[in-house]
């Protein structure tokens, strides 16, 4: 059965880091792309970064120098480390699989549940 799975989402003060994890099973995340969302309340999903099976990275601009993807194929888990976060970084944030490198989430088929990223002091 496909699944996403994503963790590492917490409290964490402004000027912080958490790195958030999404463990796939079911495939291979590998052959896809992966993209990383976020929405935060009020607001529309919107797209973050995502990492291409080639391994080519398309970044937000409202996060690029902040946010990066990367993938362990071993451990089947794509991550996303967050620096320097911001209280407007407070999301729920959401791993999907898709085909192309897009940060559009129509172009995202599979999703996980969510985990929640709250920046405060």
Same mark, same amino acid.
């Given at each position: 059965?496909?699944?996403?799975?994503?963790?590492?989402?917490?409290?964490?003060?402004?000027?912080?880091?958490?790195?958030?994890?999404?463990?796939?099973?079911?495939?291979?995340?590998?052959?896809?792309?992966?993209?990383?969302?976020?929405? $935060?309340? @009020?607001?529309?999903?919107?797209?973050?970064?995502?990492?291409? &099976?080639?391994?080519?990275?398309? /970044?937000?601009?409202? #996060?690029?120098?902040?946010?990066?993807?990367?993938?362990?194929?071993?451990?089947?888990?794509?991550?996303?480390?967050?620096?320097?976060?911001?209280?407007?970084?407070?999301?729920?944030?959401?791993? $999907?699989? @898709?085909?192309?490198?897009?940060?559009?989430?129509?172009?995202? &088929?599979?999703?996980?549940?969510? /985990?929640?990223?709250? #920046?405060?002091?």
């Amino acid at each position: 059965q496909l699944q996403l799975l994503e963790s590492g989402g917490g409290l964490v003060q402004p000027g912080g880091s958490l790195r958030l994890s999404c463990t796939a099973s079911g495939f291979s995340l590998r052959y896809w792309t992966i993209g990383w969302f976020r929405r $935060a309340p @009020g607001k529309e999903r919107e797209g973050v970064v995502c990492i291409t &099976r080639s391994g080519t990275t398309n /970044t937000a601009d409202s #996060v690029k120098g902040r946010f990066i993807i990367s993938r362990d194929n071993a451990k089947n888990t794509v991550y996303l480390q967050m620096n320097s976060l911001k209280p407007e970084d407070t999301a729920v944030y959401y791993c $999907a699989r @898709g085909d192309v490198n897009s940060l559009t989430k129509e172009a995202y &088929r599979n999703w996980g549940q969510g /985990t929640q990223v709250t #920046v405060s002091s």
